[in-house]
């Protein structure tokens, strides 16, 4: 007889993990192998709870609508799956499974995800239960090992390229100094900020200063180089991770010494934007404005990437065809083939390879005035993020979401 | 013998401005009275110094592409004039544009441009001097008297609507209490605040609290207002002014009592949103985030509105057509003759009954449960953010701009 499949959503939202739920969703409506296709809302929540939507009769066209809607249409959850085995959760969690007689979960979500995956999937194995576990990648982070990129990497990517050039357009109206500094998404890898940078990777002479976690900051290298380029420039655009440390591996901004408190009196740690802004107003004092771009860098799916939202539904489907196949315990990766043109085969690797790893921006590539360096972050960056997505339009010509309700 | 023309921007960045300037532009090359057309570097100070750029020979395609680029092409500048028709920024005024052969200048800008506007306009007609003085109209800000609305507001009203329904896609996926708080620009008048309000405005249940700087601000009713929701609703989102006033007529967040002081020791003045963000915190508790949309609402010609565009593009060719006709001291204003279907007419009114006033949101528009006022708003607002601009992309699907040079 034929099992039912499960899949949920984990994790902080992007524009294309609703892609991947159409991946998996499509497939498992062709698929004769398949019975039910049900979503679990909130991720692993809701199968502990067993709260589950039968999505076995979504048609193509909501697929096609599901796709291009951002953030996750199923809900996420922030859970840590228990390390040990005699925990509660493990049962509920099967007892979801058999009640709905699930032969596989489709997990799509980063690293904690990915983990799940991993505890589950072990889980089943030790105990001789036969259902498949699959992870499909999702984070606007970029940071999965075994992956040459992930899905949701190219749409943000896509954002905030386009982002800091309409950025420069609109700093470099007035005749007078100013400095600002654009503080981007990623606490330990610096990949959308070096998409932050792509205007000047790409050949512009704008951002004037980039920095990654992978590098070490140093504030006065940092004042120096912007005092000196408004020698020659009035409008100086930063692009910063949020995850700057210094030498001594301390976030900046997070000094305890600092004595920064709020309007209720308690100890106030600001963005290291913020921080920096105050830190050009203390040392160089002319106009400085800190731009945090937030929520809107990993949510604008009017901006998505075509070629990341099609990939990550293929993402999708291959998990399906991957467990179809017998495997568990594996995520679907990225194998880029070829540059030029650009190219990618879907392979499933070990989650085991994946779970709890973070994947950096290559030492070599931070030397952001090398032409080779350049060269290496164009040709890994720019083919993720082309293609402007269609959005379908209502009446009043504005996008329309795909929403499932709980 | 025909006169040259010259045309300038001023103030702040909109995705609008470049259509206005597009449209003096093209009509200024078209029409058989004027000879060449010239742009002014930095608005008013570009006419001061005689930094001015031939447009002559700008091209039907390089319009086209100007039209649906963000900022200011020319630079702008924050100029205010002297009173005094005896300083000698009058005298290098009338020396650049007799240098130049100038006929009729032509500003593109706000508040501030609109009173450049006026007093150049009076100082000719004291004077005896036949140069004619017309403003085009420009600010997100929707405040200008007279005008149905400005140049810039729409499109900055279709990334703000368009972006909060994004972010209500995002903060909707979490199952525990949060609050969203989204800082929206406008001083005085609350009119971007209203468009970020739109999908409640439209019929949706989002954003949960609107607040606008013609309403008076009480932080109790606040917390209460958010408490309450919460009790029923997990994810809250409150789009709010940046320009919010307690019943003091204090700025909300700028009490010189709280004692906030930055890193490096200095008081502190956090905006609207961040104030807001750790009142919740202190008073509810739970999670809770604040975003300050920052400079984006008024530059992501991406998401520009069709609409605003080519009313721009007319208020700029307008804008020649009634100089040409010989008239002075005035602005190109929007008159709406329909609703339903929407239609405005162009018209030229007195620039001294612009300069220095502002526009508010009427006072019967802010009882927002009222299905009234909530129609009001729609039927004022939805119209001006229509249509989806077609960005030109080059090789790498990323957006094109023109750029002027220096």
Redesign the interface.
Known sequence: MKKNIVVG?SGG?SCAINASLAGVVSAGIKSAEIGKVYGS??GI?GIIKNNLVDLSDTTEKELELLKI????AL????FKMPTDFNSEVYSKIVDTFEKNDIGCFFYIGGNDSMDTVLKLSQYFEQKGIDIKVVGVPKTIDNDLMLTDHTPGFGSSARYL???V???I???????IPSVTIVEIMGRNAGWLTLAAGMPYF?GGNKPDYIALPEQVFDENEFIDTISNKLKTDNNIIAVVSEGLKDKNGEYV?S?SK?????????K?L?GVGK?LE??VK?KIGCKV?S??????Q??????ASQTDLDESKIAGEKGVEFAVAGQTGIMVAYNRVSDAPYKIEYQAVPVKDVANFEKKVPTEWLEFENEQAKAKIVEYI?PL????VK?Q?DE????Q?FIIKK
């Open positions: 959503q939202p809302f909130n929540e809607t951002p953030a996750m809900g996420s959850c922030r390229t386009v982002t050039n309409e950025l357009r609109d700093i470099s109206i007035y005749d790409m901004g000094d600092s004595g920064a408190v709020d309007n209720f009196g308690h106030y600001s921080y105050l830190l203390e404005r731009i945090e771009i937030n929520l809107m990993r949510c604008a799916g009017h901006l720019l993020m082309q293609g402007e959005q339009l009043n010509s504005l996008p979401y």
